[in-house]
């Protein structure tokens, strides 16, 4: 299974940025988007099941980013508005055969694109 991340790039305070997600390979039940700050532990943003039944946020996100899926394409979003400094970070897309999002253990990452909010 290989993640493809992408759509990252700099946007000011207050703008927004889609980040997308390519799955290839095996299909897993339950994916998610992580991100890690300079200097900080990585930090759970966003899951969505497949179907898209299930979803959840972090409480710092919600309201402002959406997560979606795109299963014709295979395809996993992350709509974020409203974009803060603190939501700066290198984010990172994961796959998982449970749903258990906020849980270590995601068996597949994608390599994770950087976003970066500007003053």
């Known amino acids: 299974v290989q993640l493809q991340a992408s759509g990252g790039g700099l946007v000011q305070a207050g703008g927004s940025l889609k980040l997308s997600c390519v799955a290839s390979?095996?299909?897993?039940?339950?994916y998610a988007w992580f991100r890690q700050a300079p200097g900080m532990e990585r930090e759970f943003v966003a899951a969505?099941?497949?179907?898209?039944?299930?979803?959840d946020y972090a409480d710092s996100v919600k309201g402002r980013f959406i997560i979606f899926r795109d299963n014709r394409q295979n395809t996993l979003h992350l709509q974020m508005n409203s974009l803060k400094r603190e939501d700066t970070g290198v984010y990172y897309c994961?796959?998982?055969?449970?749903?258990?999002?906020?849980?270590?253990?995601?068996?597949?990452w994608g390599q994770g694109t950087l976003v970066t909010v500007s003053s």
């Open positions: 994961a796959a998982r055969a449970e749903w258990a999002p906020r849980r270590n253990g995601y068996d597949y």
């Open positions: 390979g095996r299909t897993f039940g339950n």
């Open positions: 969505s099941s497949w179907r898209g039944d299930k979803k």
